[in-house]
């Protein structure tokens, strides 16, 4: 089997945090390739909270901040799948209310924008956790541990 493509993958990172670049693009890459696209092409922009707060503002009307945004590219942009924007200081406030590392939970954060992109939702209890399924799935390739329980904490549990 040939390894998952990842030059597709493009990371901005405008956090102040170091990340490791390659192990998200390889994250995102293997969820693309186990659900059949290898080709696909996104961007991942690691930012503040305040800047997924005004995405979140000018793109669903929500005036507040939250882990991950997805921005699907549509129907026709062809092997462009969209963008992923994830929050790093609510991802690392979120990985130590979790008691993981932080490379683990952008690895999950990178996954699931990745999954919205394919067309996953989680909008039910059942989609939910299929949706954690096959995050896990995805994070065993990347080499993450999995994590069965992973779920986005609430918004007012994060202070």
């Not at 994830?86 to 490379?103: G, T």
Request: some cysteine; aromatic content about 6%.
């Amino acid at each position: 089997m040939e390894p998952p493509s990842s030059r597709n993958i493009i990371v901005i990172n405008e956090s102040e945090r170091i990340v490791r670049k390659a192990r998200l693009m390889r994250a995102m890459g293997d969820t693309f390739r186990r659900h059949g696209k290898p080709n696909a092409a996104a961007c991942l922009l690691l930012t503040s909270d305040a800047r997924v707060r005004e995405l979140n503002r000018q793109f669903r009307g929500i005036d507040e901040s939250t882990d991950v945004l997805t921005f699907p590219a549509g129907d026709f942009a062809g092997d462009q799948l969209g963008d992923v924007a994830i929050a790093v200081p609510y991802a690392e406030r979120q990985a130590k209310m979790r008691r993981v590392s932080l490379s683990q939970e952008l690895g999950y954060l990178a996954i699931h924008g990745a999954l919205h992109l394919i067309g996953f939702d989680d909008q039910t209890e059942a989609d939910r956790a299929e949706m954690v399924r096959q995050m896990n799935l995805s994070a065993i390739d990347a080499g993450f541990k999995p994590d069965e329980e992973w779920a986005s904490i609430l918004h007012g549990e994060i202070s």
